[in-house]
């Protein structure tokens, strides 16, 4: 039995600027945070909601994980370098659940909501979105239990 509530919930279209790469884990995506809000503080550019990751695909062929951050803006903004400006789209059905405590225990919530989805005769319909809904005091620190995250696996029958 779990101990995560899995919900269904639409997620809107959101106008995000971002950084993807091919990395070899995923905690390695701390460096893309880190260079994505030293973009958005050099350029002014204003946070406009929960930050997030998606993971476009786990194990590439040359087995890194695929991994996008993104920040959502409020307004057009030009980007230069490895930075996109895009609109995530729309998803009409996202099975969801919370995983409060330390990133190294955020794969019980992936198991939990992929149990759920085979369990209830659902198929995953795009990528992974990972919200960041609080980061842990220490951002480097992978023990520190204050870290709320929102899992969002995309759905269809």
Known sequence: ???YQIVLKEAPATKV????RVLVKPPDQRLLWAELLEYCEKNNVQIAGTALAIY???GTPKGGWDIEVCIPVDVDHTPSGDVKL???PAVEKMACTIHTGP???VQK???????WIETNGYHITGP???LNVRLPNIPSNPEDSDAVN???FPIGK
């Not at 600027?17 to 993807?20: C, E, G």
């Not at 919530?109 to 149990?115: G, M, Q």
């Open 150 to 152: 929102e899992i969002q």
């Open 17 to 20: 600027i971002s950084l993807r």
């Open 128 to 130: 992974t979105r990972e």
């Open 109 to 115: 919530a992936y198991i939990a909501i992929n149990e």
């Open 56 to 58: 476009h695909t786990v």
């Open 86 to 88: 895009s609109i995530l």
């Open 103 to 105: 990133f190294r225990t």
């Open 1 to 3: 039995m779990s101990d």
